[in-house]
């Protein structure tokens, strides 16, 4: 079964300070790879995603990922961030071929960031 | 803005209510599906449809039911819920026609929160 983990529930950062927020995969096959920002009383906004091709992806806002295949990890960062990156990241996978078209979330991870 | 709208945004209901939660795109995308989320935590997909056919039943209760009318509408109609199903309820869609399914990104409203009395 295909699995996502967050490690951290928070990441505190200073304002201009790089960010990362950390995301480790288990899945059987290829896996789909994506990043996901909601912000309070928002829907989930797509970042960035990885399907294959180069390791690292580049995404909106100026966040990226770096897909580590023989770590199983996707850590998304952001050289310096913003005070307005303060949310829940959820990373999210989906398996080439697996029934149906469903996502696997991680548990998400609060950033905070502090002027 | 987002691109695929909820209405209501909030919405307060008593156990013996019947309502329906409405999400629309016009972005032609064949996918659509319903989450619940609760604070903090990540969204728990409920339905998938894909090209307006139930796809994905995720063992939700039959007190929820889906339905899509056509390829931009999509409800969740409610009956009999229980304080437990207090949650945002968010729709999203994906997948423009000719494109794989597996490898789009989701395009998510921004949810109706919904409060079981």
């Known amino acids: 079964a295909q699995s996502v983990a967050q490690p951290e529930d928070q990441v505190n950062v200073a304002e201009g300070n790089p960010l990362t927020v950390k995301c480790t995969y288990s899945?059987?096959?290829?896996?789909?790879l994506f990043w996901y920002v909601q912000y309070p009383n928002r829907g989930l906004q797509f970042l960035l995603k990885y399907i294959t091709g180069d390791n690292l992806v580049k995404g909106s806002y100026g966040f990226e990922a770096e897909f580590n295949k023989s770590q199983t990890s996707f850590h998304l960062k952001k050289p310096s961030a913003l005070v307005s990156d303060s949310a829940l990241y959820f990373c999210a996978v989906r398996v080439l071929k697996a029934a149906g078209n469903k996502l696997t979330f991680g548990g998400g991870t609060r950033v905070l960031v502090k002027p | 803005d987002t691109e695929v709208t909820q209405t209501p945004k909030h919405l307060v209901m008593g156990m013996t209510n019947k309502k329906s939660l409405k999400c629309e795109q016009h972005m032609g995308h064949r996918a659509m599906y319903w989450y619940k989320q609760k604070a903090k935590k990540p969204p728990e997909l409920m339905f998938v449809y894909s090209y307006e056919k139930l796809s994905i039943n995720e063992s939700v209760p039959s007190r929820f039911s889906p339905e899509c009318p056509n390829s931009s509408l999509l409800n969740l109609h409610l009956h009999a819920l229980q304080p437990e199903d207090s949650a945002l309820y968010l729709c999203?869609?994906?997948?423009?026609?000719?494109?794989?399914?597996?490898?789009?990104?989701?395009?998510f409203g921004d949810g109706t929160r919904l409060s079981i009395l």
């Open positions: 999203a869609s994906s997948s423009s026609p000719g494109t794989p399914f597996s490898n789009q990104p989701q395009h």
């Open positions: 899945v059987s096959g290829n896996p789909y």
